[in-house]
Every structure is written in structure tokens, then in C-alpha cells.
């Protein structure tokens, strides 16, 4: 049995053995061929081994078979015989022309720095055996034919040096072209050295290519792929003169991180057999530097007239935008705008760091003109685009609204003539500031606000409110009136009441939550505007000469409280027009409260009786029932 088992191990070595002789053999392998290179540029094949015993850094051994050596070899290069090189290798590979770089242990590549007509012919890649038997294939050979080098590049158009204003539009040509016997395929890359954040200088960057399958493809990153995909990089192919290809590179708006150094790259590429790409020549054609003056350094945005303007009340103000230093050919996108920045008193100049800035116009990039603060001066102004560069503002008739500090503010959208809505703009610049002033009457005005004598308002009367204004001034004149209501604070709930009225003293000048809400006002014109949210219904009119009534039906609790009106003075220009001239003036408060009803005093006695009652009689029900049947239960029972 013992024997057996013994037997039976051995055999099983035995094959063990014969397996691994049979597979494990060693295989040199080379890239299939024929392999076309062009003379003058570099060649590198590589050579990789397997299946091999020993060390796991292998030597390699290159020979040359001439077309015309009549099968003879010629050593190229060795890893390990430095004397291995034949005579015609020498020079080449002390200079390091011709060398051998390893990509691992077992994988090599014969590199040929500049390839020469002489230099073709069958490669063979030999490996030194390391095996402890003689099998398997210790090399493989390619050829490889080297083709003259025909391709050709130039430029119709190059860059001066000049200073390129932030924006504009550059054009660069490239014209290419390879007479050749194989099937290749060119590629055009235009690029850049330098310049870019961030970049070391000399550093290149690839703009825009043509590949070698025709197709248009931006450099890496996102700047150049969102320009392409807006349009503003092109790259186009057209047919040229002589057989020459030319390639034609727009960039619509140059920013100052496309300075730098450009170039144009032509490559001729080659399909090998094995149905890898590739690049067997290369060009490079310097074409120029470019350097990008940033807009904050060109850019210049005036107003004219400057300093300060003073006007008579009703005539007409002009203001003109210039802007210069964009990019000639206007391929930059506009937005002008009119600000102004009124004048205040003193008092609200320390509360507001001196007045609220708002938009009066503006001038779009696509023409359009909107009226910002106030839409009711677009039938009274205009704004235009005179000529290019220049933007004037026009008020008809200037009234005390318009007075304030106006400044130009122009956007601009370098090489984007129709910006999107949500797009950013490149710069933005303001010009000096412009104060108009105007020459205005004097205007005085009281508003005095009172209830009429009469009985005490009770819930559900109608509350009749006056408003007593007196206007002073020269020319004529309109009032606006509104009345407010607010609540009553509770400094104030200790008022005597007459007549269920309280006639608040007092100037000063509610702020805040204080202002109240608007029942219900009376434009200068004589529209009446109630507040139709409000519980009860109100109404609102002049019933004569500087006398505005205010009413309120079917009060009720909630229309209590302290009632004040305003009033504002509109005058009326020599044009006819009629403008808000500033004064105002609000009245003291008066306090409204409602008493109850003597039919709903009497309710209560009423109510609380009957409810009194209905109680009384339930207990006494209860109470005798009760009684009743505790008897009757007695009665009943045996004795």
C-alpha cells in the first residue's frame, strides 16, 4: 500500500514537471509592422519578454538587417555590452542619440532621437537566455521604413506686439500641409505660452485643435470649453492656395489671461497595424506675443455737464455718458445707467449716510430703454444712444423730485454683444458725480384734523372726520390728503374723552410701526383711493376748499383709535405739468372711541335674568320631583 501512495507522487511530479517545461517558455514580442517614420524625427520601438527563468531584469540586444546587407546584422545596442554597438551606432549612442529606455524589468524600447534615411531596415530584438533550458523564442523582428519628411507650415498673419484693449477680437491664420506616399493625417493646435493665473511662465496651453479624425476639440479646462461652447473660440478649415490647408482661429473677446506667446502646432499622424495612432512628424510655428491690456487700465466713463447744475423749476435737463477705451469694432455689450443719489435734510442724512441712490434709466445692451424710480418720466424724459460712445440723458421739465447727485454707471460685457440676463459683467465703472439744484417757490402748509361736534358715537353710527388744510404759496396748487389710522399707545390710554373723542397734543413725528395704515386717500387730482381691506366700509372726499372728509360706516371696536392726516403740496410747472413740490405737513391725532349701544346695555340684565330664571325653576323641578318619589316609595312599602 505504502508503495502504491509513493508510486503515485512521483508520477504526479513527474507531470507536474512536464507541464510547467511546456508552458513556461520564453516569447519576445514587437509591435507588428511595417512601422513608417518620418526622417528627422524620433522612432521608438518597444520589446517586452516573458515566460523567462532567473532574474527579473532582463538585457536586451538590438541588431540591424539593412534592405541592402545582404542578411548580414548590425549591433545597434546592448544593456549590457557597452562595446556592443557596430561602428556606424558608436557617436550615436555615446551622444545618447540612440539609447535603449526600460520600462520594467523585462520591457525595453530602442529610442532613436533623430531618425535618419540609413537607419531602415528589419529590428531585431534579441534577449540573453537566463533559462535553465534552451526554449521558446529569444527574439522578434519589425521592419521599419523611414519616409522623407514633407510637412509643411506657415502663417498669412501674425501678432504685431501691439497692446490689445480687454475685449476685442483677434484672428490668427496657420497654414499646413504633407506630401506623402502612406495614408496620414494632419493636426493643427493652436496654443499659448505664459501668461494665465496661476501658470509658470513659458508654461504651454492648448487654445483650440483640429485632431488627427478632424474633430474640433478646446484645451483642457473650463475656461476654454464654456468659450467654445459660447461661441467665442472658433477653429475652421478652409482650402488655400498650392495644395496648403489653412486653419483659421478666432477668439472674440481676449481677456488679459490670454497674453502670453502663440503658437500654431502641425502634426502628421500614421495608423500602425497593430490600430494605434501615431505622431510620426512634428511643427511649431511661433506666430507672435500678445499682450491684453486689462479694461480697469482703459476703460474711462465722463459726464458732462460736471460739477454742479442749478435750474429753474420746469426747464429742461440734459446729462450726456461718454465712454471710451473699449475695444474698436464695438463687439463688447453696454449697459448704461443714470443713478441719483437724492438730497436729504440732516436729520435723515445721519440716519441714511446721505440718501438712498436709485436707478432713473438705464440703456440696455440690446437697446432698450427702462425707466427705474419713477416709470411716470418715461413721458417725460428720454434717453438715447447718440453715437457710439456717448449716451445722453433728457428731462423735459425738471421738478424738485429730479434734484440730487446723478452719476453714470457703465457695464461693460467684453466681446458679448447680447449678454444673457444672469450673465456677469466684465467691469464696471462710474463717473464723477453731477448735482442739480433747483430754484423752487416757497411752499407752506398745515393740515388740522378734527371731529364734528355732535352725540356720543356708539358701535354701528358712522364716524364723520375732517381735515382742515391750508395751503401758502404763489401759482397754482393742489393737495394730496390721506387719512391714517394707528394704535393707541399705552402713554395715551389716560386721555379725557369728550364725545368719545380725545385730541392728541403733541408734534412729534411717529416713526416705525407708529405710521399707522391708510384708510383712504385723495390724490392731488381728485381720485378717491379707499383702503379695501379694511373691516368697515370708508370713503373720502373734498366737500370744499381745503376741507377733506373722511367717513367710516357701521363702526365698530376695531375702527377705534388715533387718527391722523397728511397732506403734500403739488404745484404745477410753466409747462402745465404737475410735480410733488416737497412740502408736507400731518395734522395732530384724534381719538376715536365708541360706546355701546343703550339696546345692548339693556340685553345684559335681560339675558342674565332669563338665565337666572330657567335656573331657579330646574332646581326647584328637580327638587320637588325628588320629594315626590321618595314619598311615593314609602307609601309603597310592606309594613
Given at each position: 500500500m505504502m508503495m502504491m501512495a509513493s508510486w503515485r507522487w512521483t508520477a504526479a511530479l513527474i507531470c507536474l514537471q512536464w507541464v510547467f517545461q511546456y508552458t513556461l517558455c520564453r516569447e519576445v514580442t514587437l509591435p507588428s509592422g511595417p512601422l513608417y517614420r518620418v526622417a528627422g524625427f524620433p522612432l521608438s520601438i518597444p520589446c517586452a519578454v516573458s515566460g523567462y527563468e532567473g532574474s527579473r531584469t532582463q538585457d536586451f540586444e538590438w541588431f540591424l538587417y539593412r534592405e541592402d546587407s545582404q542578411g548580414r546584422q548590425m549591433g545597434v545596442i546592448s544593456t549590457r555590452d557597452p562595446g556592443f554597438p557596430y561602428a556606424p551606432f558608436q557617436a550615436r549612442v555615446r551622444s545618447g542619440e540612440v539609447r535603449v529606455e526600460r520600462d520594467s524589468g523585462d520591457k525595453a524600447r530602442l529610442v532613436f532621437q533623430r531618425l535618419r534615411a540609413d537607419d531602415q531596415g528589419r529590428y531585431e530584438c534579441y534577449t540573453p537566455s537566463t533559462d535553465s533550458k534552451y526554449q521558446g523564442n529569444y527574439s522578434a523582428s519589425v521592419a521599419v521604413k523611414v519616409i522623407p519628411d514633407t510637412l509643411l507650415i506657415s502663417y498669412s498673419r501674425s501678432l504685431t506686439g501691439q497692446p490689445v484693449p480687454e475685449g476685442a477680437e483677434i484672428t490668427l491664420t496657420c497654414s499646413a500641409a504633407v506630401q506623402s506616399k502612406q495614408h496620414t493625417h494632419l493636426s493643427i493646435t493652436f496654443g499659448v505660452r505664459g501668461g494665465g493665473s496661476g501658470l509658470v511662465s513659458g508654461t504651454p496651453r492648448e487654445i483650440i485643435a483640429i485632431d488627427k479624425e478632424l474633430s474640433v476639440t478646446p484645451g483642457r479646462g473650463d475656461s476654454y470649453q464654456k468659450r467654445y461652447d459660447d461661441g467665442e473660440i472658433t477653429l475652421v478649415k478652409k482650402s488655400g492656395d498650392g495644395g496648403r490647408d489653412v486653419y483659421v482661429m478666432r477668439m472674440s473677446a481676449v481677456a488679459p489671461d490670454d497674453s502670453g506667446a502663440y503658437f500654431c502646432e502641425a502634426s502628421q499622424w500614421i495608423l500602425d497595424p497593430d490600430g494605434a495612432w501615431q505622431k510620426i512628424a512634428q511643427r511649431t510655428l511661433e506666430i507672435g506675443n500678445l499682450t491684453v491690456q486689462p479694461l480697469a487700465d482703459s476703460l474711462s466713463v465722463t459726464s458732462t455737464p460736471r460739477g454742479e447744475v442749478t435750474l429753474q423749476l420746469g426747464s429742461p435737463l440734459t446729462l450726456t455718458c461718454e465712454v471710451s477705451g473699449l475695444a474698436p469694432g464695438g463687439r463688447s455689450g453696454l449697459l448704461v445707467q443714470w443713478m441719483r443719489r437724492g438730497t436729504v435734510s440732516s436729520e435723515?442724512?445721519?440716519?441714511?449716510?446721505?440718501?438712498?441712490?436709485?436707478e432713473v434709466a438705464r440703456y440696455g445692451p440690446d437697446g432698450v430703454v427702462s425707466w427705474g424710480d419713477d416709470s411716470s418720466r418715461g413721458g417725460r424724459g428720454s434717453m438715447e444712444k447718440e453715437v457710439e460712445g456717448r449716451y445722453s440723458l433728457r428731462l423735459f421739465s425738471a421738478h424738485p423730485a429730479d434734484t440730487g447727485v446723478y452719476r453714470c454707471a457703465v457695464s461693460v460685457y467684453a466681446g458679448r454683444l447680447n449678454p444673457g440676463p444672469s450673465?456677469?459683467?466684465?467691469?464696471?465703472?462710474?463717473?464723477?458725480?453731477?448735482?442739480?439744484?433747483?430754484?423752487?417757490k416757497e411752499v407752506k402748509v398745515s393740515a388740522v384734523a378734527n371731529l364734528p361736534r355732535g352725540p356720543l358715537l356708539k358701535r354701528g353710527d358712522t364716524v364723520t372726520l375732517l381735515c382742515n388744510v391750508s395751503v401758502v404759496t404763489t401759482g397754482p396748487a393742489q393737495v394730496a390728503v390721506q387719512w391714517l389710522q394707528r394704535a393707541v399707545l399705552p402713554a395715551q390710554e389716560g386721555g379725557a374723552t369728550a364725545g368719545g373723542v380725545v385730541i392728541e397734543k403733541g408734534g412729534d413725528k411717529p416713526s416705525g410701526e407708529e405710521k399707522g395704515r391708510v384708510l383712504a386717500s385723495l390724490t392731488y387730482e381728485g381720485l378717491s383711493r379707499p383702503n379695501m381691506n379694511h373691516s368697515s366700509e370708508v370713503s373720502m372726499d373734498r366737500v370744499s376748499p381745503g376741507t377733506y372728509r373722511l367717513r367710516i360706516f357701521s363702526a365698530q371696536?376695531?375702527?377705534?383709535?388715533?387718527?391722523?392726516?397728511?397732506?403734500?403740496?403739488?404745484?404745477?410747472?410753466?409747462?402745465?405739468?404737475w410735480y410733488n413740490t416737497g412740502a408736507k405737513a400731518q395734522s395732530e391725532g384724534v381719538r376715536v372711541y365708541l360706546y355701546a349701544r343703550a339696546?345692548?346695555?339693556?340685553?345684559i340684565p335681560l339675558v342674565v335674568g332669563m338665565s337666572s330664571a330657567l335656573f331657579v325653576g330646574v332646581v326647584i323641578i328637580a327638587t320637588v320631583t325628588c320629594c315626590f318619589m321618595n314619598r311615593l316609595a314609602r307609601q309603597r312599602s310592606p309594613k
Open positions: 435723515d442724512r445721519a440716519l441714511t449716510g446721505g440718501g438712498v441712490e436709485v450673465s456677469a459683467a466684465t467691469l464696471t465703472q462710474r463717473s464723477e458725480g453731477v448735482t442739480v439744484n433747483l430754484k423752487t371696536d376695531q375702527d377705534q383709535g388715533l387718527f391722523v392726516c397728511q397732506a403734500e403740496v403739488w404745484g404745477q410747472d410753466p409747462r402745465g405739468g339696546a345692548d346695555l339693556l340685553l
